[in-house]
């Protein structure tokens, strides 16, 4: 089992930064995929970026290349998602979820879920 727990969502203008962070607990010790998802009112959930704790392999969308950056603090347990450069196109419910397989970029088969934090960007 693994628990999630996001924070760090909030209301900025366009072309600002929020950093999200994702904490983990439970069975995480052996390595685990973890990774930000997001979803606007009325569109699919879309993974955007991820992350693989056992090396911090990462992936990314396209439309988040250059712009995002996720990375972790294996200290403290956390993952983080430095969103910069936003864009109202990134106002979305941000979840992060964690998976025991190695195939982060995979954005399926995810099975542990934060209950997500807000992310609105204005014009």
């Known amino acids: 089992q693994v628990q999630l727990q996001e924070s760090g969502g909030g209301s900025v203008q366009a072309g600002g930064s929020l950093r999200l962070s994702c904490t983990a607990s439970?069975?995480?010790?052996?390595?685990?995929?973890i990774a930000w998802f997001r979803q606007a009112p009325g569109k699919e959930r879309e993974g955007v970026a991820s992350?693989?704790?056992?090396?911090?392999?990462?992936h990314y969308r396209d439309s988040v290349k250059g712009r995002f950056i996720i990375s972790q603090d294996k200290a403290k347990s956390t993952v983080y998602l430095q969103m910069n450069t936003l864009e109202p196109g990134d106002t979305a419910m941000y979840y992060c979820?964690?998976?025991?397989?190695?195939?982060?970029?995979?954005?399926?088969?995810?099975?542990?879920w934060g209950q997500g934090t807000q992310v609105t960007v204005s014009s």
């Open positions: 979820a964690a998976k025991h397989v190695h195939y982060y970029a995979d954005y399926t088969g995810y099975n542990y």
């Open positions: 992350i693989w704790t056992g090396s911090s392999a990462t």
């Open positions: 439970g069975n995480t010790y052996s390595g685990v995929s």
